[in-house]
């Protein structure tokens, strides 16, 4: 009985966290493919993008799933430009125009568009359609550049990128995405750490609540048995001078 | 069965006997390592690239690197990595993600490097100055490493330093017997450290603290056996070779050296022997602790300049008495309206004790919700109640094991002296704090063995029911903690 009484002590922290626990594996977040442009830890760099002047991000590879982009910019006229964003790589060439922006105002923008349904490689833009200037927002810190370079109209921007994250359209819960992430999770290790080596790594993880509450369990009832088998109620001393 | 005849006898034998419940907590340790081995990409963790890269010049350049000078920070390959794979710039970038996508093309780009993209890494390297035990371990699975990739390589150092954190489970379980007479005290013990989420991750990563965890809890148990079973040459021995390990391996084990003295001493004071044989026990503890000592401090000041500590902190700078305590006292209390404003600025308990250990996993990355940590703070203030008020209780019991008691508290006083001389040692030389909360898992098991202390003292159906809590909890914690690291780097 008393095993019983450790195991439900263990199991009651369980119990008790049960919904947040449930609610962090099944809540539908971001699902990011790549993030080929970083935001500003402490220096932002501000492109100033004219009416029918373009800046591209390249390489920028979109997984097969990639549907949404995220940028950052800022509207600094009276009056809001048309912005385009266009994809393209071999076999895939995508254009949305952002929908209105707020004027004289700064933001995330996100915008869904078709999936590549493969992966490619190939090069992110900012068209702006004028007819006001729009600024794009990103880095010029060191630490945060990734190799991705940046044009203004063709000529290079040297030490400088925008901000670019692509997702996967819509939310996806951690549970929905396993496959996913153990993939990714494999993915560095050079094969050491092999995808089918940590399903079960993950399904103990997963179980480690329950698994340590039987092991615990089993430990006070074979405590006990053994308490009673030497009769006295207690144990022997564990360690005593020599 | 019959292959694995080869295995001495005695040895196979022990084997056998290992309680299935231990077997259990150290699969799951492994389990544990080696999942944070897989979430964290590669140079994420806490100084990782200055790991790696003091290995690296042990390998390649047959020497350690230097904190000032050397050929470069970091090799070719490892800046090929970092840039090709993003894994450098996303730090403390949450939205960013490692490129997965793109480890074929970095790949191909060091094979094409070669060998001379390995050299130049000699330093300046802020690790230089840590005595070079783990790395040396760390090298020689770097060189034995079937995998001979740049990510092999690396993943191979990662999964063995996962191996001290399952000894150190191990080590946990034997603490707890030589603690408890009530034997579910072990499992809680070592069930604390395996699902302890800080532990397991920096033992995912390359990083020496995995390695001076497992020798802290060797020494721990060492001098509780020799102070509480007495002298004999295998139990010196191996407290010795433990502590001396351990000062050769961080500059944060040296407060392990004075330990192991100490548990020769009252092991001296208890027995009573003979002058000779006081002399040998004695004469051969501390000469062998000299040593070590003299050997890290040399290998430090070979390695860097000015520095003190095993390198964890600057040698120079006044001290000044009144200021330390002052820094001390105000580390923990607020400050009274006649002490100077303490040199540590805001940082303090709440932010080593609480945040930095329960969580800022990942180069402080992985963090609970602030009305979490008040929650925790409020757990620990509640448990070192509960573990005050039990020994206050049981005070006759503590004397009775007096031994054990002054191992376990010169062991917890040591560990935090020393991390607040290098603290203010550090500050002083407008350094920093220099001090977070992954430096107080060399004393995780007996964090363990307080909760056991108390579980273990309440009346026995109240006792295993908290004792089940504490575990449910530490299990909730590593799962908390994955799903983070989840979240955060491979979602």
Redesign the interface.
Not at chain 2, 88 to 93: A, D, K, R, S, V
Not at chain 2, 95 to 103: D, F, K, Q, S, Y
């Given at each position: 009985m008393?095993?019983v009484?450790?195991?439900?002590?263990?199991?009651?922290?369980?119990l008790w966290?049960w919904g947040e626990?449930h609610e962090?594996?099944t809540y539908k977040?971001d699902?990011?493919t790549?993030?080929p442009g970083?935001?500003a830890?402490f220096a932002r760099e501000v492109v100033l993008l004219d009416a029918d002047e373009s800046a591209c991000l390249e390489p920028v590879?979109f997984?097969a799933d990639t549907g949404q982009a995220r940028v950052r910019v800022q509207v600094p006229k009276r009056r809001a430009p048309r912005l385009d964003l266009e994809m393209r790589a071999p076999g895939y060439d995508e254009r949305v125009t952002v929908p209105p922006m707020e004027p004289r105002a700064e933001g995330e923008v996100r915008v869904e568009f078709p999936q590549p349904r493969r992966?490619v490689t190939g090069e992110f833009c900012f068209h702006n359609r004028g007819p006001t200037p729009i600024n794009l927002i990103g880095t010029n810190e060191g630490?945060?550049?990734?190799?991705v370079e940046l044009t203004i109209d063709g000529r290079p921007k040297d030490d400088a990128n925008l901000e670019l994250?692509l997702l996967r359209a819509g939310g996806h819960s951690?549970a929905s995405?396993r496959t996913e992430?153990v993939d990714?999770?494999?993915?560095?290790?050079?094969?050491?750490?092999p995808a089918w080596?940590?399903w079960?790594?993950?399904l103990?993880?997963?179980l480690?609540?329950l698994?340590?509450?039987v092991?615990?369990?089993?430990?006070?009832t074979?405590?006990e048995a053994?308490?009673a088998d030497r009769g006295d109620g207690?144990?022997?001393?564990?360690?005593?001078?020599? | 069965m019959n292959r694995l005849r080869p295995i001495p006898g005695r040895l196979w034998r022990r084997l056998r006997r290992t309680p299935p419940?231990l077997a259990?907590?150290v699969?799951?340790a492994l389990?544990?390592g080696?999942?944070w081995?897989?979430?964290t990409?590669?140079l994420q963790g806490p100084d990782e690239t200055t790991h790696i890269a003091y290995v690296q010049s042990l390998v390649e350049a047959g020497e350690g690197p230097q904190v000032n000078g050397g050929t470069g920070q970091y090799s070719r390959e490892l800046e090929i990595l970092g840039?090709?794979?993003?894994v450098?710039?996303?730090?403390?970038?949450f939205?960013?993600?490692?490129?997965?996508?793109?480890?074929d093309e970095v790949e191909a780009r060091l094979d094409r490097e070669g060998e001379a993209a390995r050299t130049e890494a000699t330093g300046p390297n802020a690790a230089a100055g840590n005595p070079p035990l783990y790395y040396l371990y760390a090298a020689a699975v770097w060189e034995l490493t079937p995998?001979r990739?740049l990510?092999?390589r690396l993943?191979?150092v990662r999964?063995a330093t996962v191996v001290p954190f399952a000894i150190t489970v191990i080590l946990a379980w034997l603490i707890a017997?030589?603690?408890?007479?009530?034997?579910?005290a072990?499992?809680?013990v070592a069930?604390i450290v395996a699902?302890n989420p800080k532990l397991a991750s920096i033992a995912g990563n390359v990083n020496p603290d995995a390695f001076l965890v497992m020798l802290s809890s060797g020494v721990l148990l060492a001098a509780?056996?020799v102070a509480?079973?007495?002298l004999?040459p295998p139990r010196v021995i191996a407290l010795v070779a433990l502590a001396s390990a351990a000062v050769l391996t961080h500059g944060r084990g040296y407060f392990l050296a004075p330990l192991a003295l100490i548990a020769v001493g009252i092991a001296l004071l208890?027995?009573r022997p003979d002058r000779r044989r006081a002399l040998v026990f004695g004469g051969a503890a501390l000469a062998g602790i000299l040593v070590a000592l003299y050997l890290g401090t040399s290998w430090t000041r070979e390695h860097a300049a000015g520095a003190a500590f095993g390198g964890a902190a600057p040698s120079s700078g006044a001290f000044d008495l009144g200021e330390f305590l002052s820094y001390v006292w105000q580390f923990y209390f607020p400050g009274f309206h006649f002490l100077d404003e303490s040199i540590a600025g805001g940082y303090g308990y709440n932010q080593m004790w609480i945040q930095n250990f329960f969580g800022g996993i990942v180069n402080l990355e992985l963090n609970f919700r602030p009305e979490k940590y008040e929650a925790i703070k409020l757990g620990a203030f509640l448990g070192m109640m509960a573990v005050w008020t039990t020994a206050a209780i049981r005070w006759r019991t503590l004397r009775d094991r007096w031994p054990?008691v002054v191992i376990c508290a010169a062991m917890f006083l040591g560990m935090v002296a020393l991390l607040h001389l290098v603290s203010y040692t550090s500050l002083k030389n407008g350094t920093g704090p220099v001090i977070t909360g992954r430096y107080l898992l060399v004393c995780i098991p007996l964090m363990g063995a307080a909760i056991a202390f108390v579980a273990t003292s309440l009346p026995?159906?109240l006792g295993?029911?908290?004792?089940?809590?504490a575990?449910?909890?530490?299990?909730?914690h590593?799962?908390?903690m994955?799903?983070f690291g989840?979240?955060r780097f491979?979602?």
């Open positions: 008393l095993g009484a450790g195991a439900l002590g263990a199991l009651l922290m369980l966290q626990i962090y594996g977040r699902a990011r790549s993030t970083l935001s830890l590879t997984a992966e630490r945060s550049l990734l190799p994250q951690l995405r992430i990714r999770a494999s993915a560095f290790t050079a094969g050491l750490v080596l940590l079960p790594v993950a103990l993880l997963v480690l609540p698994i340590v509450a092991l615990f369990g089993v430990s006070v074979r405590a053994a308490r207690r144990g022997p001393p564990a360690s005593r001078p020599s | 419940v259990a907590l699969v799951i389990a544990h080696v999942a081995t897989a979430i990409p590669p840039e090709g794979l993003y450098l710039p996303i730090t403390q970038h939205e960013g993600r490692p490129a997965w996508h793109l480890v995998d990739s990510l092999g993943t191979s999964l017997a030589e603690l408890f007479t009530v034997a579910w072990r499992p809680l069930g699902l509780l056996r509480q079973r007495g004999s208890r027995e054990a026995r159906v295993v029911i908290l004792g089940g809590m575990l449910g909890l530490a299990a909730l590593a799962i908390a994955l799903g989840v979240e491979v979602a």
